[in-house]
């Protein structure tokens, strides 16, 4: 999750590469009137975020049901975005922020090509986004490293949250993370 521009996608992919499941691009949801509306570069705002959301949250679950797992690129921005993904999913879901100073988010749009979202939209995106709450299953990382070291932070959180989603043996003990 994150604005446009953190680097979703790429570590996305990757992401979904190492796990060998289903990558889903949030972008590919939107419908043409969206799309539309923000090539013309004019924000969306909740009434066209919604069906967008169900339609990413809904795909995103069928792919964990029949993968087990699946990663997902989308902005998230709000809370209520966020959870209205998790129902949507109806499965176990986490999120990863990627934070990212304003002039990269705007040197990366300005350099990528063939996308509909314009540089001029980030201000927008920027004033719509809600930091996780304390109680929210969100990694945050600054984009400061390469996707790869990205992607392997969120290996060992997705690996140590696993253990710790676990149920508690009989005996009360919490099983060990393979770190120890």
Request: proline share 7%; charged share 25%; aromatic share 4%.
């Amino acid at each position: 999750m994150g604005v446009s521009g953190s680097g979703k996608s790429t570590l996305g992919s990757l992401l979904a590469q190492r796990l060998g499941c289903r990558f889903l691009e949030g972008d590919a949801f939107h419908d043409p009137a969206a799309i539309a509306k923000m090539r013309a570069g004019r924000p969306l705002d909740d009434d066209d975020r919604w069906p967008w959301l169900d339609r990413l949250g809904a795909a995103v679950g069928e792919a964990v049901r029949s993968g087990g797992i699946a990663v997902a690129a989308c902005s998230a921005l709000k809370r209520d975005y966020r959870e209205r993904l998790v129902t949507a999913i109806d499965a176990p879901t986490r999120f990863v922020l990627l934070e990212t100073e304003p002039d990269e988010l705007v040197r990366r749009l300005t350099q990528r090509a063939g996308h509909y979202m314009p540089a001029s939209l980030l201000r927008s995106q920027l004033a719509t986004l809600e930091r996780p709450g304390a109680n929210e299953p969100v990694l945050c990382l600054e984009t400061t490293v390469s996707p790869e070291e990205l992607c392997e932070r969120v290996e060992a959180w997705l690996t140590r949250a696993a253990v710790n989603d676990r149920p508690r043996s009989s005996l009360g003990h919490q099983p060990l993370s393979p770190a120890g």
